[in-house]
């Protein structure tokens, strides 16, 4: 996502994702999610697999950042 309009407001696990998702669209922002592949070997690290990131468009990233703070 580079030179776009979207920010990284969150990275996390799959259930703080969603529970985050979620507020932000009960606020009317719609967020984006992107899962990411850390490229780890299982064997070498905890379940990486439900890795996601979580984009906001650059005009609600403040209260994004409120609805994060309140969620968390």
Known sequence: MLNSEFVKLFSGNQIDTQHLKQNLEAEGIEPIIKDTNLGVNA????????????????????????????TF
């Open 43 to 70: 064997a070498l690290a905890t379940d990486y697999s439900e890795y996601k990131e979580l984009y906001v468009h650059q005009s609600e990233l403040e209260r994004a950042k409120a609805i994060l703070k309140d």
